[in-house]
Structures are given as C-alpha cells and as structure tokens.
C-alpha cells in the first residue's frame, strides 16, 4: 500500500516537473549551440566548462584569452609572419557565442578589425558587430560600429571622426575606441588633439586599461608637437 | 512531522561537525577568493569575471558536497547497521529518509550561503553594483545541488553502490546541461526515431540547460514566468526522486 502511494506520488511530481520544464524552457534565455562555436585549439576548454554548467565562467576565460592573444600572442594561436590578428575574429565571436550578452567583446574585436593600423579589416568587425545586434539587442554602440566603418570604408574620415568625437563621453564607449580615436588623430598630423585625449584618459579610471599607452603616448606627441613649431614659425 | 525534524536536526548537527563538511566549505571560500586574483586579467570586466568565478565556485562545490554526502547518507548507515536501531522506534522509513535528505542539504545550503554571503561582499568591496538579482542567481544554483542530491541519494537506493551512484550522477549533471543541445538536435534529426529519444532523454534528465540564471545573468533578470516554473520544476523534480527513493528504501529488507 505504501509502495503504491509512493510510485503514485512519484508520478504526480515527475508529471509536474515535466509540466514546469516546458515553460521554464520557453522563457529561458537561449545560448547559440555549441557547434555554432568557431573551432579553435582551445574548443576543448570551452565544451568542458559548458557541459560542467560553467558557461560564463568559460566566455570570461575566452575573454582573458582574448586579450592576451590581442596584446602579445597566445602560443596555441600564433600568426603567420607579417600577418597579425589572424584568428581576431574566430577569438571574438568564441566569447561572444558562449556569452552573447559579452557587450565589450563584440566591440573590443570590431575595433581592432575595424580600425587598427595593419589589420584593416572593416567587413570581418561589421560582421562581428551585426551579429551583436542580432544576438545582444538594444545596444546602440553596435550601430553607432557600423555606422563609423561605413564611413570609414567609403573614405569620409571626416564625418567617421566627427561620430566617434560625439560618443566620446558616453558611457558605453571603451577605452579602446578612445585610444583608436587619439590613433586616428595622431595618424592625421592632429597631435594636439590625439595628446588631449590620452590626457583626459590618463585622468580617467574608467580608462584604466589604457593608462600605460597613454604614458607612452603623451612624451611622443608633446615631442611632435615641438618638432613641429619651429616649422610653422 | 516531529519524526522528521528530530532526524533532520541529527542529521544537520552530524553534518555540521563533520571536517569534510568544514574543509569544503573553506575550499570554496579560498576559490571564491582566487576569483579575485584571477579577475584582474580582465581589464575592464573584473567585476564581471568575479561574479561569475565566484558563483561558478560556489556552485561546484555544493555540487560535490552534496553528491559525496548524500550517497554516503543511507549506505554507510545501512553498512555499518546504524539504520536498523533508528528503524526499531517508531519512526516511518519515509520520514527518516525525507530527515535525513533535508538535514544534508540545509548543511550544504548553510555552507554556500557562508561562501555566497563572503563573496557578495567581496564583490561590493570591488565597486560592483548589483545589476541582476544575487539573490536569485544563488537560490538557482541551490535548487541545482538540491535537485543532485535528491537524483544522488534515489542513485545510491537503486545501485546500493558508492561508486556507481557518484559516477552516475555526475554524468547526469553533464547530460543536464545538454538538454539545450538534446533538442537543438533533435530538431535537425531527420530520423523519427532518433528525435523522440533525443526529446524524451531532454525531458528525463534534470533540465540544467535552461535552469542556469546564474550563465544568463548578464543577459538581464528573467521574468516572473520563467521564476515560477523554475521553482515548480526543482521542488516536483526533488519530489519525484524522493518518491522513487522511499519506493526502494520500502523494498529493502532489514
């Protein structure tokens, strides 16, 4: 009798969890299947900590790995000599597809593909960025991205600088835009505008990861600057 | 419903002055701690990688703890004949199972509301600003180990073996956080036969896939919908696997 009330008991609870999952299943957030993930000699790492439950404990990972592969080269994904960032993008959307709302990394790759010297490759970071809208939507900096490569791609350095210029200040823009932003300055012979910005970055801890180029930066411009003078007077 | 508490207290105290219960407990304060080293790798989203390391440790070590206590829980008292001086009072074999699994997971939930409650304030003390629920996050990776140590406990009934118990639970706690990718595939599977296995095994095994608040944190805070059946399923999914756990513990003769 008690055997038949405790399977009958079982019954109900497993009926009624089964009955929860599908909305629970519904309304829960849904993550890009792992086969979605670009293939890498760090896959393993990601599909261990995804099936143990550690999904974004492995997009912060994926992110640190990123960074490094950006500053000095990770040794599992070295680049062709003369060929730099070559695995930028496959590193950016592993971060982003194991965490689509990884706001920072869609932009931290657009920007590097999108603007830094050498690398040149605004189609790959419009690529990153569309999928940021499609994944991580309601971010404007996306489109602001695209916006600023679009110019970027048509020549008009005037009007893609003039747009950077008007999100300087916003919240949402990376010290790395910053940086990207005092870049193209310096790039265009604007040292005092390039030098202005590295020194209210170095005012600013939310520029803290920028802090030690803007310490390198700063002697150089004023450098130019002064070799400059003499030539005008 | 006296029967109950009286074992869930012994069971609590029991586990409380166990060094196992206590070196875990640590262990998790020092990972919780190393999140904070490891988080300055990543430049402007410490706070962020500390959140989630933090969890993520929080989370790993409730999971071992209750799936190491809670195989242990019936068998060892069975072995060492403990079980059958409890069963000559009058105690119902139903209370003290029930008893006895909820004194092991109020120990491990008291262990990682000290781990979470440590990590929350290392959090603040770094400036980070509570964007989501800490709270919620928390009580999903709690409903997570109790819905573990209910399938680990109804595991070590029906195998009556340590090992295999263990072994079997964590690869259900694997295959829970696949149910996700059951279905993805099980919708691009051409053959009928394949699909209704992927579906139904995604149904079976506990849906960890989509009860995971803690990997969509960042993501936003989910709707009250989404709340409500995450709680119904945790407590009818325990609820089952205890059920099935008094079917066993019924049939097995002392």
Redesign the interface.
């Known amino acids: 009798m008690r055997t038949t009330r405790a399977l009958a008991a079982a019954a109900f609870a497993a009926a009624l969890s089964l009955g929860a999952d599908l909305p629970m299943s519904r309304a829960a957030r849904v993550f890009p299947s792992l086969s979605e993930l670009p293939q890498t000699p760090l896959s393993f790492q990601d599909v261990s900590l995804v099936s143990t439950g550690f999904r974004a404990a492995a997009a912060d990972l994926a992110w640190v790995q990123l960074l490094q592969y950006a500053a000095e080269g990770l040794p599992e994904l070295a680049d062709p000599p003369g060929h730099g960032y070559v695995h930028l993008k496959d590193l950016t959307l592993r971060v982003t597809r194991l965490d689509p709302s990884f706001h920072r990394a869609y932009l931290f790759g657009a920007g590097i593909l999108g603007w830094f010297r050498g690398v040149d490759a605004p189609d790959q970071a419009v690529e990153i960025l569309e999928e940021g809208r499609r994944l991580d939507p309601g971010q404007k900096m996306y489109d602001l991205y695209i916006a600023a490569l679009a110019y970027k791609k048509a020549g008009d350095y005037q009007r893609m600088i003039r747009l950077l210029d008007s999100i300087y200040d916003d919240p949402q823009t990376s010290p790395q835009l910053r940086a990207i932003l005092a870049n193209i300055h310096k790039s265009r012979g604007e040292y005092e505008l390039a030098l202005r910005i590295w020194e209210d970055m170095l005012d600013h801890e939310r520029d803290a990861s920028e802090h030690a180029r803007a310490r390198l930066q700063i002697p150089e411009l004023k450098r130019l600057i002064r070799e400059r003078r003499p030539r005008r007077q | 419903m006296e029967t109950i508490k009286a074992v869930f207290d012994y069971t609590l105290r029991e586990h409380v002055r166990h060094k196992v219960w206590l070196s875990s407990a640590l262990f998790g304060l020092v990972l919780v701690t190393g999140g904070l080293v490891t988080s300055a790798?990543?430049?402007?989203?410490r706070a962020?990688?500390m959140l989630?390391?933090g969890?993520?440790a929080n989370?790993?070590i409730g999971l071992v703890s209750v799936v190491f206590l809670t195989v242990h829980l019936i068998l060892q008292e069975i072995e060492t004949r403990a079980v059958f001086l409890i069963l000559t009072h009058p105690v119902r074999r139903?209370d003290y199972l029930l008893g006895r699994f909820l004194g092991t997971l109020a120990a491990v939930g008291l262990g990682m509301a000290a781990m979470g409650l440590f990590h929350w304030g290392l959090l603040k003390i770094a400036g980070w600003s509570d964007e989501g629920s800490y709270a919620l996050a928390w009580f999903c990776s709690f409903g997570?180990v109790a819905v573990m140590g209910a399938l680990s406990l109804l595991l070590s009934l029906a195998l009556t073996s340590e090992a295999a118990a263990m072994s079997f639970a964590s690869f259900l706690?694997?295959l829970?956080?696949?149910?996700?990718?059951m279905?993805?595939l099980a919708e691009r599977s051409a053959s009928v036969f394949a699909r209704a296995a992927l579906t139904t095994v995604s149904?079976v095994v506990p849906?960890?896939?989509?009860?995971?608040y803690?990997?969509?944190?960042?993501?936003?805070p989910?709707?009250a919908?989404?709340i409500a059946?995450?709680a119904?399923?945790a407590l009818?999914?325990c609820?089952?696997c205890l059920?099935?756990s008094?079917?066993f513990f019924?049939?097995k003769e002392f």
């Open positions: 790798l990543a430049q402007g989203e962020r990688m989630d390391l969890l993520a989370e790993a139903s997570k706690w694997i829970g956080h696949f149910t996700s990718e279905r993805f149904h849906d960890f896939a989509h009860f995971n803690r990997d969509a944190w960042h993501a936003g989910p709707g919908r989404w059946a995450a119904i399923y009818a999914y609820a089952a059920a099935l008094v079917q019924e049939q």
